[in-house]
């Protein structure tokens, strides 16, 4: 396989043939059946989140109360709700506001986490402490209390569930971003570059982060698919979004009460949450092997 | 040290969405036997919004009780058990078949005899006189007499920090007149004083109880035989009870459990025997299930949609018309209430308090393009959009009202953001009694004076939505003190009007109270509130 090279360390700091390289990447997701099928997922909701409201039969609160409590039809694909709206619809729209909101925090913590984790490997001293005891401190907590505390903290709004996803992701990019820095600071090119007289700014992104890069796709690929059940989950639970929102989360709590009789308004928002984080997890899982080398 | 850490999470994860996708497969699985119901869409829409509480029971019981079994019926959990301190359904069943209330109310609102035989008023309403019933015996042994009914009043209105402390500040004096006889004065007349009578908490206690916690002595048709706390409480027959021929059964228990649905659960498995707490889609379920007979009557509480009249937006009378054209009560109560209850037209005083209610005042047309004028009139389109945040608590068919309202809102041109709230939020500082728009769920009152009094006069305790119209403040006030009925009748049929064409609230549906129960049982008669039904003259079907 030509990625096993393209992935390679040593020579990141030029980039010769980038293009092909992001393509052979990109065909890497193909690349097992199991990752092709998780990277199908993805596509295939990422497709929904940016066309779902062109595709989408009605709108995401339109309510036909004559349709109400229907079973899925031709007319209706996943049924209705208790209100007479078609859940299909909803789950269309909801895909743009989960994917939206769980991808942007996603790349707002990696951008964070990996300047911070950068900042304190290869600075050490007592930034590095400080930054990591306070990580230290936030991963104590359960990610899914720390949201929640921090939720009771900011109020709710579409922007306090992309920040809660900031706060509880960054601190683990953080570590994993670090671990990486302190190794390959002790490597020859690191030391050339030093002597050269480089600026630590230049040697930490120039030098080192293309070193860091290969784990922190990986890592940042696992956070996103935790990020999208984190923000299903407090749209389960009420405090990330306000009704009538289509977050598959809210679906499933607003469905709840109705299971017995509309199943349907319930298994298929579920589903979706189901799906598309299996999707990512095994996408990130086949990003995983190729990257790091393992078969 | 990276290439251990990704496989477990990935195991967990995977793991737990298997989880997922299982439970819910179940739970799907399960409901799919009932799919029938849910196909005929909002069935009894052509709702009963008759004054009487009628019964949806689909046959009528035939065969008149006979006496005897022991009746297991699913309750919350009770906490307290001294009747000044009452609250909920469970707690008040069991004090209400312990005990007995001086007057009692019947499933049509209408005041009934129960240790007061009979009665008479004079001195224009200032004074009214009970005669007791004879041969009434406490569970202990000793004689029931109205030294007892003296002390449990003295009692109810002296012990600081009650809602009876409020409730009776208006009673002068209660005094014993006769061995039978008690006479209470008022300081101001009160056309409702008998429904006050009546309150939960006005169980007659007898005279000197120390401790009513741990104390069961009333004079009612069941003794207590046995009580553990969070699992049950077991009631059997009073053999000497006053009334010949009740109670019908040997004993009542009453099961507590947390939650409804393992309630209907139980019921549907033969466990228990009565429910009277369950969600729209259980009870629905419930309907088709044989040897379960099922009760569905309309009650007197709702959910009030209110906007606060005494700044901007809600201050223009435009604004409070518009959002009331702009509202659809009948799909609003087909759709979130399913037809169950009553359809509502923005006054408390519904269609079941009987002549009190007006039914020639028409429910109002929905018309969007006026309310859209109005709003044009009020300073309010499409540049400058009338928004507001829909305040409501997180229980009942609430935030379906919201996300309605919204969508209905919204072809007029308003703009909703709905805050779906706990309980605890809505209800603390800055909540209900501040915010602008929110929904608030008010229980059912035998008597509508208590709505006005509390909610909507001027200074009303809990004036949500800030209403203050001297004319009706003028008729409130009337109504509570006149005794004539007829008079009474007129002034509430004018407040009604006053509310329907002025007032800041919409009031889209009266709630329904449902219960179940095994039809090897007979002669349930279920009241709006729940805890209220009488069981005395339950008993085992016949046949």
């Known amino acids: 396989m030509t990625v096993t090279q393209s992935s390679s360390p040593a020579n990141s700091g030029v980039a010769p043939g980038r293009g092909r390289r992001l393509l052979s990447s990109f065909r890497v997701l193909f690349d097992r059946p199991v990752t092709a099928f998780g990277t199908s997922i993805f596509l295939l909701f990422l497709f929904l989140a940016v066309a779902g409201p062109w595709l989408a039969p009605y709108g995401s609160n339109e309510q036909i109360y004559s349709d109400a409590r229907q079973p899925p039809s031709l007319a209706h694909w996943f049924g209705t709700d208790q209100l007479g709206r078609d859940v299909f619809s909803r789950i269309l729209y909801g895909s743009r506001e989960v994917l939206f909101e769980a991808g942007l925090g996603t790349l707002m913590a990696l951008f964070l986490g990996m300047t911070l984790g950068l900042i304190a490997g290869y600075r050490r001293g007592w930034i590095d402490e400080l930054l990591m005891r306070f990580f230290d401190s936030l991963l104590a907590l359960p990610a899914l209390l720390l949201a929640l505390l921090l939720l009771g903290t900011i109020g709710r709004s579409r922007y306090s569930v992309l920040i809660v996803i900031v706060i509880v992701y960054t601190p683990i990019i953080a570590r994993v971003a670090r671990s990486v820095v302190l190794s390959v600071r002790e490597k020859a090119f690191v030391e050339a570059a030093q002597i050269q007289g480089e600026s630590s700014l230049h040697i930490m992104f120039r030098e080192i982060l293309p070193s860091v890069m290969p784990a922190l796709t990986v890592e940042g690929a696992l956070r996103f698919s935790y990020a999208i059940f984190l923000v299903a989950s407090l749209g389960f639970l009420g405090v990330g979004v306000q009704p009538p929102s289509p977050n598959w989360g809210l679906l499933v709590s607003e469905a709840r009460p109705h299971a017995a009789q509309l199943p349907w308004s319930l298994f298929f928002p579920a589903a979706a949450i189901a799906l598309v984080v299996i999707g990512v997890n095994l996408m990130a899982d086949g990003i995983k092997r190729i990257l790091m080398g393992e078969r | ?543």
């Open chain 2, 1 to 543: 040290m990276l290439g251990t850490r990704f496989p477990i999470h990935n195991k967990r994860l995977v793991g737990l969405l298997i989880l997922l996708i299982f439970s819910l497969l179940i739970v799907s699985c399960g409901g799919t036997t009932q799919e029938s119901t849910s196909e005929d869409v909002a069935q009894p829409a052509e709702a009963e919004t008759s004054g009487s509480a009628e019964v949806e029971s689909a046959e009528e019981p035939s065969a008149p009780a006979v006496d005897g079994g022991t009746l297991r019926v699913a309750m919350q959990p009770i906490v307290n058990i001294d009747p000044i301190a009452i609250s909920s359904d469970s707690e008040v069943l069991v004090a209400n078949h312990v005990y007995d209330y001086l007057i009692d109310i019947d499933a049509q609102s209408k005041i009934v005899p129960r240790l007061a035989t009979k009665w008479s008023t004079a001195d224009g309403g200032l004074t009214y006189v009970f005669q007791l019933a004879d041969g009434v015996k406490w569970h202990d042994g000793s004689d029931f007499s109205a030294a007892d009914v003296v002390w449990t009043f003295e009692r109810l209105r002296s012990t600081e920090g009650t809602p009876t402390a409020d409730l009776y500040n208006n009673i002068a004096s209660i005094e014993q007149t006769g061995d039978l006889e008690v006479t209470f004065k008022l300081s101001e007349p009160n056309s409702f004083f008998l429904y006050d009578l009546s309150d939960n908490h006005a169980l007659i206690l007898k005279e000197g109880t120390e401790d009513a916690h741990t104390n069961f002595n009333g004079t009612g048709p069941f003794k207590v035989e046995n009580y553990s706390p969070e699992d049950r409480i077991s009631l059997v027959a009073n053999e000497d009870y006053f009334i010949e021929g009740q109670p019908k059964l040997d004993g009542i228990d009453i099961i507590f459990f947390n939650d409804d649905s393992a309630a209907v659960d139980a019921l549907t498995g033969g466990q228990i025997d009565l429910a009277m707490r369950m969600p729209t889609a259980l009870f629905q379920t419930l309907e088709e299930t044989p040897g379960i007979r099922t009760f569905s009557i309309p009650t007197n509480g709702f959910d009030l949609v209110r906007l606060r009249s005494d700044r901007e937006p809600g201050n223009n009378p435009l604004v409070i018309q518009a959002l009331k054209l702009a509202t659809d009560r009948e799909a609003i109560f087909n759709v979130v209430q399913q037809g169950y209850g009553a359809l509502g037209n923005d006054t408390p005083i519904g269609p079941l308090y009987g002549d009190y209610f007006d039914p020639s005042i028409a429910p109002l047309e929905r018309d969007v393009e006026t309310a859209r004028a109005l709003l044009a009139d009020a300073g309010y389109d499409e540049n400058n959009p009338l928004s507001l945040t829909l305040h409501t608590p997180d229980t009942g068919g609430r935030p379906d009202l919201a996300a309605v309202l919204k969508e209905q809102w919204a072809e007029a041109g308003v703009e909703i953001e709905i805050s779906v709230e706990p309980e605890s939020v809505y209800y603390g500082d800055d909540g209900w009694l501040e915010v602008d728009l929110g929904i608030t769920g008010w229980g059912s009152r035998p008597y509508p004076q208590f709505y006005l009094d509390t909610m909507l006069v001027s200074d009303a305790k809990w004036n949500e939505s800030h209403f203050s119209d001297e004319e009706f403040d003028q008729l409130a006030a009337e109504a509570a003190k006149t005794l004539d009925d007829g008079r009474r009748v007129s002034l509430y049929r004018q407040m009604e009007r006053i509310l329907v064409d002025r007032g800041p609230i919409l009031v889209p549906y009266f709630f329904a109270q449902f219960a179940a129960i095994n039809d090897q049982f007979t002669g349930l008669d279920l009241k709006a509130f729940a805890g209220r039904t009488d069981l005395r003259e339950v008993g085992l079907s016949g046949s």
